[in-house]
């Protein structure tokens, strides 16, 4: 069943002209994709979650790609906005240089669809040179929990959602 579900998503995928060299890796399809709102290319990993007792939503998938590329400029605006704020808000003033704007620092560099979910990560070259921020949007584009991931240690997560 992996085999075919892959198969199945990459089709959808080359046939939707939404990513760039699409390919089968592992149990995924990635290729790299143009976030319009942001104005950069980004790494795309869609995953199926394949379970052998349930088929995945495809459709689902394809959905939640085609949104999250394609969403408007002032509803990204805002998702950069209330990331910024929930880290600033999570983290000490000695944590966070004053002088960094992360609205403006913060710049996304891949995109992880699932069925229920969608995970945008983020660099930001000064305020996190060690580290991505990963953050999980409903399929609805609503922020919905936000971590940031040192290079050195994954084991040292640091959850910045206030929910």
Same mark, same amino acid.
């Given at each position: 069943m992996t085999e075919s579900v892959l198969n199945d998503l990459l *089709? $959808?995928?080359?046939?939707?002209? /939404?990513?760039? &060299?699409?390919?089968? !890796?592992?149990?995924?399809?990635?290729g790299s994709g143009h976030l319009d709102a942001a104005g950069v290319e980004v790494e795309v990993d869609l995953d199926p979650e394949? &379970?052998? !007792?349930?088929?995945p939503d495809l459709d689902a998938?394809?959905?939640? /790609?085609? !949104?999250?590329?394609?969403?408007?400029?002032? *509803?990204? $605006?805002?998702?950069?906005?209330?990331?910024?704020? &929930?880290?600033e808000d999570a983290l000490d003033d000695d944590e966070l240089d004053a002088d960094v704007d992360l609205r403006t &620092? /913060?710049?996304?560099?891949?995109?992880g669809v699932f069925a229920d979910a969608i995970i945008v990560v983020f660099a930001g070259q000064t305020s996190f040179p060690d580290a991505l921020v990963h953050v999980q949007l409903t399929p609805e584009l609503e922020v919905e929990d936000i971590e940031i991931i040192g290079d050195d240690d994954e084991d040292d997560d640091e959850d910045a959602d206030e929910d």
């Open positions: *089709r $959808r995928v080359t046939e939707s002209g /939404l990513l760039e &060299d699409a390919q089968i !890796d592992e149990d995924s399809v990635i394949i &379970d052998e !007792d349930e088929a998938i394809m959905s939640n /790609l085609k !949104d999250v590329l394609s969403v408007g400029e002032e *509803r990204w $605006r805002a998702i950069v906005e209330e990331i910024s704020s &929930d880290i &620092d /913060l710049e996304a560099i891949g995109v």
